[in-house]
């Protein structure tokens, strides 16, 4: 398997425009994690799916700030609008239920200027 | 709720110097315990794993033990390497927290030569 695939793997936009990144989890996994890291907060959970349905998403931080999971295959993670603060490096991850590890992908490094 | 709370970074290492990162859990379930690895530009991969009270995880000189008396799982290294340098994050999956996973803070380490 190719392993968690996030697309695309740099974006700079500017302040206000609509972002979404893309992820492909790894076939056979139910579980599809979106994080954000920063040098200020580090590691953050923002959604977390299961079997395509939103579990948790109170780590999302803002409104502006949205997530989905039309299939088994691919989600996205849309911010609109894209503000400043918001540039830092997403990551999505996959795993197997249970006590599995989670699988990352190479992550998105987001600049919003 | 769960939480891990890891040693606090960062560390500066010389060549061939034995390595040590704390790690302590809290859990309410019987939880699975990870070391992550990230590399410069990179996402997380495991680097080891144990699932039971007792259980040793090792990979590339790397070593944990699941000690449930003492709720820790720290990660050792006899003899690290430049190649070594990277951030490790200790975590946890348990059955009680809905299928996520709990990560610590993250350790930096840096192997000088």
């Known amino acids: 398997d190719a392993g968690v695939i996030q697309s695309p793997r740099h974006e700079v936009t500017e302040m206000g425009q609509e972002v979404t990144l893309r992820c492909k989890p790894i076939?056979?996994?139910?579980?599809l994690f979106w994080y954000r890291q920063t040098m200020m907060r580090g590691l953050e959970l923002l959604i977390y799916f299961n079997n395509n349905v939103p579990i948790d998403d109170s780590g999302m931080p803002e409104d502006r700030f949205s997530a989905k999971m039309p299939n088994a295959s691919f989600s996205t993670l849309k911010i609109q609008p894209s503000e400043p603060r918001d540039s830092a490096v997403y990551f999505c991850?996959?795993?197997?239920?249970?006590?599995?590890?989670?699988?990352f992908g190479q992550g998105t490094r987001l600049t919003v200027v | 709720g769960d939480s891990v709370t890891q040693m606090e970074g960062p560390v500066t290492l010389s060549e061939e110097a034995f390595l040590t990162i704390n790690c302590t859990y809290t859990a309410t379930g019987y939880p699975s315990l990870f070391w992550y690895v990230q590399y410069p530009g990179e996402g997380l991969q495991l680097l080891l794993k144990?699932?039971?009270?007792?259980d040793k995880g090792s990979n590339k000189g790397f070593e944990a033990t699941y000690r449930k008396e003492t709720t820790s799982f720290h990660l050792e290294k006899g003899s690290v390497q430049v190649s070594d340098s990277a951030v490790y994050f200790c975590a946890l999956r348990s059955d009680t927290n809905a299928g996520k996973s709990t990560f610590g803070d993250g350790t930096t380490l840096t192997v000088k030569p």
């Open positions: 144990a699932t039971k009270a007792d």
């Open positions: 991850a996959s795993s197997l239920p249970g006590f599995k590890e989670a699988f």
């Open positions: 076939s056979g996994h139910d579980y």
